[in-house]
C-alpha cells in the first residue's frame, strides 16, 4: 500500500510569489491533516478536512493559505503571496477512522515539502 | 495552554540506553506519542501511551508517563545507528484528538 505522498519535496520561491503544495493521502483515508514546521520550532496543527470539508482550520496562520480537497482525495495547499516566514517544512498526514484510538485513528506523514522564500 | 518541551539533542554512545524527556502542559491529554523522524523521510509513529497508563514497552523501546509532573520519557535499549533521528514529542487532546500538538524534537546523534 503506498504511503502519503507530498509533492513537489522542495520548492524555492521568491517573495510575493504563489506557491501549491499537493498531498495525496492513504487511499481510502477520509481524514487529511496539514501541519507546519518553521526551522527550529515545533510542528504545528494547520486544518483538517474530513473528506472535501474542512473540519477544522484553527491552525492556518492568515488568509495567504488556502487548502483543498476537492472530491475528498489529493489536497491542495496554496500560499498567495508568500512571504519570507513561510519558509519552513509542510507536513501532510491521513488517517482512516474516527473511533478516539491512536490504533485505528493513527496518522500517517509524508515526506513533507521544504518551501524556501527568498 | 497547549505547550511541549523537549531537549534539542542528545548524544549517545552506540550499545548504551537512550533516554529522551518530555514535558508538557495540558492535564486534558488523552494520547501521548512518539514520532521519529530519519533524514529526508516523513514522521513515523513509533509508540503512543494513553494517559491512564505509567508505561508501555515495546522491544527495544520504553514509554514511561508521569501524569503528576506532566512528564514523558522515551528510552531506546541498546542504541543502534539506525536509530539516529530526529524524535518528536506529541499529544493529543481530550475531544480534540483530530489535531497533535508537537515538541520541537530532540535530534540524537549516535557516537560509535
Known amino acids: 500500500e503506498a504511503g502519503v505522498t507530498q509533492f513537489p519535496s522542495h520548492s524555492v520561491i521568491e517573495k510575493g510569489q504563489t506557491v501549491t503544495l499537493r498531498c495525496d493521502p492513504i487511499s481510502g483515508h477520509d481524514n487529511l491533516y496539514w501541519y507546519r514546521r518553521v526551522m527550529g520550532k515545533e510542528i504545528k496543527f494547520l486544518l483538517h478536512?474530513?473528506?472535501?470539508?474542512?473540519?477544522?482550520e484553527s491552525g492556518m496562520p492568515n488568509n495567504r493559505f488556502l487548502a483543498e480537497r476537492t472530491g475528498g482525495t489529493y489536497s491542495t495547499l496554496k500560499v498567495q503571496p508568500a512571504e519570507l516566514e513561510d519558509s519552513g517544512v509542510y507536513f501532510c498526514?491521513?488517517?482512516?477512522?474516527?473511533?478516539?484510538?491512536?490504533?485505528?485513528?493513527?496518522?500517517?506523514f509524508g515526506p513533507g515539502t521544504r518551501l524556501t522564500v527568498l | 495552554g497547549e505547550d511541549v518541551e523537549q531537549s534539542l539533542f542528545l548524544s549517545v554512545r552506540e550499545g548504551d540506553s537512550s533516554v529522551i524527556n518530555c514535558t508538557y502542559t495540558d492535564s486534558s491529554s488523552t494520547y501521548l506519542y512518539w514520532y521519529k523522524q530519519e533524514p529526508g523521510a516523513g514522521l513515523q509513529l513509533l509508540t503512543y501511551i494513553f494517559s491512564n497508563m505509567d508505561m508501555k514497552q515495546d522491544q527495544r523501546l520504553t514509554v514511561l508517563l508521569n501524569k503528576k509532573d506532566k512528564h514523558l520519557s522515551l528510552r531506546i535499549a541498546d542504541t543502534q545507528t539506525g536509530d539516529s533521528a530526529i524524535y518528536f514529542c506529541?499529544?493529543?487532546?481530550?475531544?480534540?484528538?483530530?489535531?497533535?500538538?508537537f515538541g520541537k524534537g530532540t535530534r540524537l546523534h549516535i557516537l560509535p
Open positions: 478536512f474530513v473528506k472535501e470539508s474542512k473540519q477544522d
Open positions: 498526514a491521513s488517517s482512516h477512522a474516527r473511533t478516539g484510538l491512536p490504533s485505528t485513528d493513527t496518522q500517517y
Open positions: 506529541a499529544e493529543s487532546l481530550m475531544n480534540r484528538d483530530d489535531k497533535i500538538i
